[in-house]
């Protein structure tokens, strides 16, 4: 038997599909776009399962796409999902409908797309500002407790050296035996992020930020420069507040 998910994988899992419920409902019964009146109930909810479902399913995929990366690339991530949302929806409108036809009727889909991507990420703004999430302390103090008693305080960042990790924390820093993507995983982006291969640093410990020969690199409170990959320019904002203590 397959490994059981975990209550995270099931969240993931269960939001998209109340989206995607809630939504086909709301339209089989509205009929939105002229549905309600070119369709029966059954056809039209037919139709609106299925382009809801199109929609939460892109959407997830565009979501885990833009994670971490900058502006430009998210914008241009969101950009490919109404274009192809809409063609696909074009496609099915051109086949069901005699009067739907023409580049104006998907740029006009593209439009009606764009606006309910920004109306979305508009609200979720709103209702939820860029604050310092609030996180498990415990897993925190469970990391810690590989280091030695002295060594044991606020987390400033982790290093990559062979089969080792070097982790610097307010007192001074230790080697312990484990790979840097199982401490990130483990303490996860509510603590810090992994910004190169080999390094991760923790949220508001970094002092400084530069830029030299298009590349960055960010100055940590321990006096060390850390290169941030191409990659991981999106994540840069993420370290701005401090874990809360």
Not at 8 to 30: D, F, K, Y
Not at 102 to 131: E, H, N, Q, S
């Given at each position: 038997?397959?490994?059981?998910?975990t209550?995270?994988?099931?969240?993931?899992?269960?939001?998209?599909?109340?989206?995607?419920?809630?939504?086909?409902?709301l339209?089989?019964?509205?009929?939105?776009?002229?549905?309600?009146?070119?369709?029966?109930?059954?056809?039209?909810?037919?139709?609106?399962?299925?382009?809801?479902?199109?929609?939460?399913?892109?959407?997830?995929?565009?979501?885990?796409?833009?994670?971490?990366?900058?502006?430009?690339?998210?914008?241009?991530?969101?950009?490919?999902?109404?274009?192809?949302?809409?063609?696909g929806?074009?496609?099915?409108?051109?086949?069901?409908?005699?009067?739907?036809?023409?580049?104006?009727?998907?740029?006009?889909?593209?439009?009606?797309?764009?606006?309910?991507?920004?109306?979305?990420?508009?609200?979720?703004?709103?209702?939820?500002?860029?604050?310092?999430?609030?996180?498990?302390?415990?897993?925190?103090?469970?990391?810690?407790?590989?280091?030695?008693?002295?060594?044991?305080?606020?987390?400033?960042?982790?290093?990559?050296?062979?089969?080792?990790?070097?982790?610097?924390?307010a007192?001074?820093?230790?080697?312990?035996?484990?790979?840097?993507?199982?401490?990130?995983?483990?303490?996860?982006?509510?603590?810090?992020?992994?910004?190169?291969?080999?390094?991760?640093?923790?949220?508001?410990?970094?002092?400084?930020?530069?830029?030299?020969?298009?590349?960055?690199f960010?100055?940590?409170?321990?006096?060390?420069?850390?290169?941030?990959?191409?990659?991981?320019?999106?994540?840069?904002?993420?370290?701005?507040?401090?874990?809360?203590?």
């Amino acid at each position: 038997m397959g490994k059981p998910l975990t209550v995270r994988e099931m969240q993931w899992l269960w939001i998209p599909l109340g989206i995607w419920a809630i939504a086909s409902v709301l339209t089989a019964v509205s009929g939105p776009f002229g549905t309600h009146e070119a369709m029966t109930f059954l056809p039209r909810a037919v139709y609106w399962c299925c382009v809801c479902a199109a929609s939460v399913g892109l959407s997830t995929v565009a979501v885990r796409l833009q994670d971490g990366k900058s502006l430009q690339i998210k914008l241009l991530v969101w950009f490919g999902f109404a274009a192809v949302l809409s063609a696909g929806i074009h496609t099915a409108n051109v086949a069901l409908f005699s009067v739907w036809s023409g580049w104006g009727k998907y740029f006009y889909l593209m439009a009606i797309v764009g606006v309910v991507v920004a109306l979305v990420f508009l609200t979720i703004r709103l209702l939820r500002p860029d604050v310092p999430q609030v996180q498990d302390e415990s897993r925190l103090a469970k990391f810690l407790e590989r280091l030695p008693l002295e060594k044991r305080s606020r987390l400033i960042r982790l290093e990559a050296q062979d089969h080792y990790l070097k982790v610097v924390t307010a007192a001074g820093d230790s080697l312990i035996l484990m790979r840097i993507g199982d401490a990130a995983k483990e303490l996860e982006d509510g603590y810090g992020t992994q910004v190169h291969r080999s390094h991760w640093i923790a949220r508001g410990a970094v002092s400084a930020h530069k830029r030299r020969a298009g590349r960055d690199f960010l100055t940590t409170e321990d006096g060390a420069e850390i290169p941030v990959s191409r990659n991981n320019r999106g994540r840069i904002a993420r370290l701005v507040h401090p874990i809360r203590e």
